[in-house]
């Protein structure tokens, strides 16, 4: 026996990891290991206190315990003299720091974020080994007095908070390297401040703060600098001797202008000033000869100081929303530029020297009045080229042309000349000013995640560094579902931004009938619409159609009130003006001065119901072409998935519509995501089993032939296509295709999509090329932008590619009180769930309990790769979207599956289990082991018919026995020891615990 406590190690550890295991109360066995036991990790529980025995583990030197439930820390931590790290954040309830952890005296790192604490105890000061203090997103007031205490801090963090002062005695923290004091209240900085001559980080956005000390200039080591959202109007010229100082950010202040002295920061590598005031740039930005990003958007500037072109190793330039009615020539200069902006100014011209800009990839020149583009332009290697906000393709087609007076080439397009920026325009001043905000992507915001209860923190701008301050706020439990809603909320949201952002010139029309309004209109008062199209512009609202349509309806104004004007009704006449074949300007201002008694007679879009609608148009023929015939009507469509992974596994729509269907789009993408069990879903579950059938038996695709090209021409059914992508070089395609694949394919085919009425295409096909655009070796991105994009007839080439091995359809049904029984391992983002291929991201069958409903199923089996429930992908999907998805499905539940891995061999490959079974027989349990076996397990959280809301397992959390974490209930103690050495070193099997006063 000896020898094999030898060869398993000592029997006390030095480190215990039991995160995410569902534990609501601090473990007893931990006490056998005090004498050893340096690291304690307990995070993600429900823990609500922490017993005076944690005094005796005298050896700890890492304690971590957030996410739990702790409403307080016991004196006893007083006695932990080693301690060198310590994690209590995001427990919500815990309200104070006890004064005895100042007895910590080697305490060098310690987090209390997320919390309720509202003042740290004076005595705290005395940790003089405390390098690392982090207090974000509490309810703190203020700082301690005195922190002179404090001389070894490096880094102080306390963001989101509700400090209004900073305490005179911060300047005593000689050796502070980052201090963010970011989105509190402050409103002045002491003059001290200025003492932290080793500050190299300094945050204080979102603050109320109105100037700056001009102390600011001992600041000798400082690189970032963040005052952004405050309401500074001037910059002290101190401000300019902050020699070291590499990335500035000024965005929403009140600033009018910029000293002269900023050419000071000769190691200036990003200044960010957009929204703010400012009119001109000082010359002496010119010798900033280091700086990479300059952003100028948002502000009122005329014109760019000449010297800009010595800014040679300048790569972004953002001037966007400016009143720039010229560029210098010298841009020219600027060899570095890879992205130009200047979006939304007053030009006419663009200096030719910009085509000398080699390295340009991005130019923006949208909304402006730019007459014509040096062909020298046309010749660069532009990824994107914005003429304007309504152009389909990022490139326009440009060509040669001639000015036969001059002798100029210059490069003609549809697009040029520009006219003054009409389309969709305002009616009413006020409702302009309330759409000219500041674009949340040009904002750079040093932050916690999304808080469904705060404003949305949004990503840097192209091209931007990624911020060394950014954070991510891990949620708690009890948030997760209203989390889950703000998600779906703002998915549906930015399904409308992205809608609205493309043209309605590829919509298919509707029938229309006519409609009139009448209200009256007291002079001054706003109509509240807007309208679009009309002679004179761009292009025609509507193709062969250069009508007066309504493309906004303002909430509250008149045509809202009275209740009888829709979105995209084309106005044919008011009064006796007719707006037949009247230019959009005439239109705009006949609406602006009409008042009185006003009678509108419309022509309104008839919009069929979904489940009667058919395709209509004309179909191309060719000779190699399978031609869609809309013969059939349409059924109820396939309930549309709600996972957070709809972007990997991206429905393919091109819905063309813009805001004026915003309330019709959210309403239909609710009712999609509804999984009761309706008469309306019971229609669709009738088709979904018809669907299931003919994915596994190819039904009416029994034609196809495998290993095939073939080329499909596809009408839009209601303008989807209907169906999902998965792959690209920079995505998974499993099951498809092996990992490192980068084609693209389909991974579900919508019941009477058009993809499905073609009766040619089918779930893993491979997809070569949409019209005319290879997708092979390119991103998924790049792949749903093409399909996207696509107009009403879409010509594709695919490969039948053999159906997935094993692929089979499985219903199982349960009554109203059976368990599901099924749990489930993997998800993007998530800990594998394959255990013989740790890069795939799929979704597995990882347990079935007996006695449920899924054990009635011979079908299934543990290793089987779940492809579809109810219809929904989770191709691409998280663990925790999973999860969700089972939660919510209904009985029948329909399981779409396929060969995914053998468990016989995944047991093989980590043989813990069979270990941990020879333990078991050698060896009797221990009393410890005895009394958790009596005890009943918790219920398995991933068993989707019981649980509730439970956080996603960490991702660097480990495995046991092959199962999902948080799919097991807690392991007994010994077991759990077994489990935290990872394999280096296993303990002896389970004997009787030592008696006290005895020693190993």
Same mark, same amino acid.
Request: hydrophobic fraction near 35%; proline fraction near 6%.
């Given at each position: 026996?000896?020898?094999?406590?030898?060869?398993?190690?000592?029997?006390?550890?030095?480190?215990?990891?039991?995160?995410?295991?569902?534990?609501?109360?601090?473990?007893?066995?931990?006490?056998?290991?005090?004498?050893?036991?340096?690291?304690?990790?307990?995070?993600?529980?429900?823990?609500?206190?922490?017993?005076?025995?944690?005094?005796?583990?005298?050896?700890?030197?890492?304690?971590?315990?957030?996410?739990?439930?702790?409403?307080?820390?016991?004196?006893?931590?007083?006695?932990?003299?080693?301690?060198?790290?310590?994690?209590?954040?995001?427990?919500?309830?815990?309200?104070?720091?006890?004064?005895?952890?100042?007895?910590?005296?080697?305490?060098?790192?310690?987090?209390?974020?997320?919390?309720?604490?509202?003042?740290?105890?004076?005595?705290?000061?005395?940790?003089?080994?405390?390098?690392?203090?982090?207090?974000?997103?509490?309810?703190?007031?203020?700082?301690?007095?005195?922190?002179?205490?404090?001389?070894?801090?490096?880094?102080?963090?306390?963001?989101?908070?509700?400090?209004?002062?900073?305490?005179?005695?911060?300047?005593?923290?000689?050796?502070?390297?980052?201090?963010?004091?970011?989105?509190?209240?402050?409103?002045?900085?002491?003059?001290?401040?200025?003492?932290?001559?080793?500050?190299? &980080?300094?945050?204080?956005?979102?603050?109320?703060?109105?100037?700056?000390?001009?102390?600011?200039?001992?600041?000798?080591?400082?690189?970032?600098?963040?005052?952004?959202?405050?309401?500074?109007?001037?910059?002290?010229?101190?401000?300019?001797?902050?020699?070291?100082?590499?990335?500035?950010?000024?965005?929403?202040?009140?600033?009018?202008?910029?000293?002269?002295?900023?050419?000071?920061?000769?190691?200036?590598?990003?200044?960010?000033?957009?929204?703010?005031?400012?009119?001109?740039?000082?010359?002496?930005?010119?010798?900033?000869?280091?700086?990479?990003?300059?952003?100028?958007?948002?502000?009122?500037?005329?014109?760019?100081?000449?010297?800009?072109?010595?800014?040679?190793?300048?790569?972004?330039?953002?001037?966007?929303?400016?009143?720039?009615?010229?560029?210098?020539?010298?841009?020219?200069?600027?060899?570095?530029?890879?992205?130009?902006?200047?979006?939304?100014?007053?030009?006419?011209?663009?200096?030719?020297?910009?085509?000398?800009?080699?390295?340009?990839?991005?130019?923006?020149?949208?909304?402006?009045?730019?007459?014509?583009?040096?062909?020298?332009?046309?010749?660069?290697?532009?990824?994107?080229?914005?003429?304007?906000?309504?152009?389909?393709?990022?490139?326009?087609?440009?060509?040669?042309?001639?000015?036969?007076?001059?002798?100029?080439?210059?490069?003609?397009?549809?697009?040029?000349?520009?006219?003054?920026?009409?389309?969709?325009?305002?009616?009413?001043?006020?409702?302009?000013?309330?759409?000219?905000?500041?674009?949340?992507?040009?904002?750079?915001?040093?932050?916690?995640?999304?808080?469904?209860?705060?404003?949305?923190?949004?990503?840097?701008?192209?091209?931007?560094?990624?911020?060394?301050?950014?954070?991510?706020?891990?949620?708690?439990? %009890?948030?997760?579902?209203?989390?889950?809603?703000?998600?779906?909320?703002?998915?549906?949201?930015?399904?409308?931004?992205?809608?609205?952002?493309?043209?309605?010139?590829?919509?298919?029309?509707?029938?229309?009938?006519?409609?009139?309004?009448?209200?009256?209109?007291?002079?001054?008062?706003?109509?509240?619409?807007?309208?679009?199209?009309?002679?004179?512009?761009?292009?025609?609202?509507?193709?062969?159609?250069?009508?007066?349509?309504?493309?906004?309806?303002?909430?509250?104004?008149?045509?809202? &009130?009275?209740?009888?004007?829709?979105?995209?009704?084309?106005?044919?006449?008011?009064?006796?003006?007719?707006?037949?074949?009247? #230019?959009?300007?005439?239109?705009?201002?006949?609406?602006?001065?009409?008042?009185?008694?006003?009678?509108?007679?419309?022509?309104?879009?008839?919009?069929?119901?979904?489940?009667?609608?058919?395709?209509?148009?004309?179909?191309?023929?060719?000779?190699?072409?399978?031609?869609?015939?809309?013969?059939?009507?349409?059924?109820?469509?396939?309930?549309?998935?709600?996972?957070?992974?709809?972007?990997?596994?991206?429905?393919?729509?091109?819905?063309?519509?813009?805001?004026?269907?915003?309330?019709?789009?959210?309403?239909?993408?609710?009712?999609?995501?509804?999984?009761?069990?309706?008469?309306?879903?019971?229609?669709?579950?009738?088709?979904?089993?018809?669907?299931?059938?003919?994915?596994?038996?190819?039904?009416?695709?029994?034609?196809?032939?495998?290993?095939?090209?073939?080329?499909?021409?596809?009408?839009?059914?209601?303008?989807?296509?209907?169906?999902?992508?998965?792959?690209?070089?920079?995505?998974?395609?499993?099951?498809?295709?092996?990992?490192?694949?980068?084609?693209?394919?389909?991974?579900?085919?919508?019941?009477q999509g058009a993809a499905d009425k073609s009766g040619r295409l089918r779930m893993g096909d491979r997809i070569i090329e949409v019209?005319?655009?290879?997708?092979?070796?390119?991103?998924?991105?790049?792949?749903?932008?093409?399909?996207?994009?696509?107009?009403?007839?879409?010509?594709?080439?695919?490969?039948?590619?053999?159906?997935?091995?094993?692929?089979?359809?499985?219903?199982?049904?349960?009554?109203?009180?059976?368990?599901?029984?099924?749990?489930?391992?993997?998800?993007?983002?998530?800990?594998?769930?394959?255990?013989?291929?740790?890069?795939?991201?799929?979704?597995?069958? #990882?347990?079935?309990?007996?006695? #449920?409903?899924?054990?009635?199923?011979?079908?299934?089996?543990?290793?089987?790769?779940?492809?579809?429930? %109810?219809?929904?992908?989770?191709?691409?999907?998280?663990?925790?979207?999973?999860?969700?998805?089972?939660?919510?499905?209904?009985?029948?539940?329909?399981?779409?599956?396929?060969?995914?891995?053998?468990?016989?061999?995944?047991?093989?490959?980590?043989?813990?289990?069979?270990?941990?079974?020879?333990?078991?027989?050698?060896?009797?349990?221990?009393?410890?082991?005895?009394?958790?076996?009596?005890?009943?397990?918790?219920?398995?959280?991933?068993?989707?018919?019981?649980?509730?809301e439970t956080l996603p397992p960490p991702p660097d959390a480990e495995e046991e026995q092959g199962e999902d974490a948080a799919a097991?209930?807690?392991?007994?103690?010994?077991?759990?020891?077994?489990?935290?050495?990872?394999?280096?070193?296993?303990?002896?099997?389970?004997?009787?615990?030592?008696?006290?006063?005895?020693?190993?």
């Amino acid at each position: 026996m000896s020898v094999f406590r030898q060869c398993l190690g000592p029997r006390q550890l030095e480190e215990i990891d039991r995160s995410g295991q569902g534990i609501n109360r601090f473990p007893e066995d931990l006490h056998r290991h005090r004498k050893r036991l340096q690291t304690l990790i307990l995070d993600g529980n429900a823990i609500r206190e922490i017993p005076a025995v944690i005094g005796n583990f005298n050896k700890l030197q890492k304690l971590s315990i957030s996410n739990n439930e702790l409403e307080t820390l016991p004196e006893a931590i007083s006695r932990l003299t080693h301690l060198q790290e310590l994690n209590v954040s995001h427990n919500t309830a815990l309200a104070e720091v006890p004064e005895e952890v100042q007895s910590c005296k080697s305490l060098a790192i310690l987090d209390i974020s997320a919390t309720a604490v509202q003042a740290l105890p004076d005595t705290m000061t005395q940790l003089t080994t405390l390098t690392h203090l982090t207090i974000n997103d509490s309810e703190l007031k203020r700082l301690p007095a005195d922190m002179s205490g404090l001389s070894n801090l490096k880094v102080l963090e306390a963001r989101e908070n509700m400090l209004k002062f900073l305490p005179v005695s911060i300047a005593s923290l000689k050796r502070l390297q980052r201090l963010d004091l970011g989105s509190n209240e402050i409103e002045g900085l002491p003059r001290t401040i200025g003492c932290l001559v080793g500050l190299e &980080e300094l945050s204080l956005d979102e603050n109320g703060l109105t100037e700056l000390p001009p102390e600011l200039n001992g600041f000798s080591a400082l690189r970032e600098l963040d005052i952004s959202k405050n309401a500074l109007v001037k910059l002290p010229s101190e401000f300019c001797e902050m020699k070291a100082l590499t990335d500035l950010y000024l965005s929403e202040n009140c600033l009018t202008e910029l000293p002269e002295e900023i050419g000071k920061l000769t190691n200036l590598t990003l200044l960010k000033v957009d929204g703010n005031q400012l009119t001109a740039l000082p010359e002496s930005i010119a010798s900033l000869t280091q700086l990479k990003e300059l952003v100028l958007s948002d502000n009122a500037i005329d014109t760019l100081p000449t010297g800009i072109g010595r800014l040679t190793k300048l790569e972004s330039l953002h001037a966007d929303k400016n009143h720039l009615t010229s560029v210098p020539y010298q841009i020219g200069d600027c060899a570095a530029l890879h992205i130009l902006t200047l979006r939304d100014n007053q030009l006419t011209e663009v200096p030719r020297s910009i085509g000398q800009l080699s390295r340009l990839r991005v130019l923006d020149l949208a909304c402006n009045q730019i007459q014509r583009l040096s062909y020298s332009i046309a010749e660069l290697k532009l990824s994107a080229l914005w003429l304007s906000e309504k152009q389909s393709k990022s490139v326009p087609n440009l060509q040669k042309d001639i000015d036969t007076d001059s002798g100029d080439v210059f490069a003609a397009c549809d697009l040029l000349p520009q006219q003054p920026r009409d389309t969709d325009s305002e009616l009413a001043n006020e409702e302009h000013n309330e759409q000219k905000a500041h674009d949340p992507d040009d904002e750079r915001h040093v932050a916690f995640a999304p808080d469904p209860n705060k404003p949305e923190v949004v990503a840097p701008i192209i091209g931007e560094r990624q911020n060394v301050l950014t954070r991510t706020k891990t949620p708690y439990r %009890n948030e997760l579902k209203e989390i889950k809603a703000v998600a779906r909320k703002k998915h549906m949201e930015d399904k409308r931004a992205s809608v609205a952002s493309r043209s309605l010139s590829a919509s298919p029309d509707l029938p229309r009938e006519p409609a009139e309004a009448t209200f009256t209109r007291d002079p001054g008062a706003s109509l509240g619409i807007s309208v679009a199209g009309g002679t004179g512009v761009e292009q025609p609202f509507r193709e062969d159609d250069n009508g007066v349509f309504i493309t906004k309806i303002k909430e509250g104004g008149l045509a809202d &009130e009275c209740k009888q004007f829709c979105m995209w009704d084309k106005i044919l006449q008011v009064n006796e003006f007719s707006f037949e074949d009247i #230019s959009h300007d005439t239109a705009v201002q006949y609406l602006k001065e009409a008042t009185g008694l006003l009678h509108f007679k419309l022509s309104r879009e008839v919009e069929p119901k979904e489940e009667d609608a058919t395709a209509t148009g004309a179909l191309a023929n060719s000779t190699n072409s399978v031609v869609v015939h809309d013969d059939q009507p349409e059924q109820a469509a396939a309930v549309a998935s709600p996972l957070a992974a709809a972007a990997v596994a991206a429905s393919v729509s091109n819905d063309d519509s813009t805001q004026a269907r915003e309330k019709h789009e959210d309403e239909r993408m609710e009712e999609k995501s509804k999984l009761t069990m309706t008469k309306e879903a019971e229609a669709t579950l009738g088709d979904l089993d018809k669907h299931l059938e003919d994915s596994i038996s190819e039904g009416k695709k029994e034609d196809i032939v495998d290993g095939i090209e073939e080329e499909i021409t596809l009408q839009r059914v209601n303008r989807s296509l209907g169906m999902s992508i998965v792959g690209g070089n920079d995505s998974s395609s499993l099951p498809f295709a092996p990992a490192g694949s980068a084609d693209v394919f389909i991974s579900k085919v919508v019941i009477q999509g058009a993809a499905d009425k073609s009766g040619r295409l089918r779930m893993g096909d491979r997809i070569i090329e949409v019209d005319g655009q290879l997708l092979s070796n390119q991103s998924h991105n790049f792949a749903v932008a093409a399909l996207i994009n696509s107009g009403d007839i879409v010509k594709m080439r695919v490969y039948h590619q053999a159906q997935p091995d094993g692929l089979v359809a499985v219903d199982i049904h349960r009554s109203l009180d059976e368990r599901l029984g099924l749990s489930i391992k993997g998800g993007v983002d998530s800990r594998p769930g394959n255990p013989i291929d740790k890069d795939d991201e799929g979704i597995f069958v #990882s347990k079935i309990r007996e006695q #449920s409903a899924a054990s009635k199923c011979p079908e299934l089996r543990v290793g089987q790769r779940l492809v579809e429930v %109810n219809g929904q992908t989770l191709l691409g999907a998280t663990h925790f979207d999973a999860v969700a998805v089972l939660k919510e499905a209904t009985t029948p539940v329909k399981l779409l599956l396929c060969d995914g891995y053998d468990e016989a061999l995944a047991r093989s490959v980590s043989p813990a289990d069979s270990l941990r079974e020879s333990l078991q027989q050698i060896s009797p349990p221990s009393p410890s082991a005895m009394k958790a076996e009596e005890l009943p397990s918790p219920p398995e959280m991933d068993d989707v018919d019981i649980s509730p809301e439970t956080l996603p397992p960490p991702p660097d959390a480990e495995e046991e026995q092959g199962e999902d974490a948080a799919a097991m209930p807690a392991p007994p103690p010994d077991d759990a020891d077994l489990r935290v050495e990872s394999g280096e070193e296993l303990p002896p099997p389970p004997m009787e615990d030592t008696a006290p006063g005895a020693t190993d």
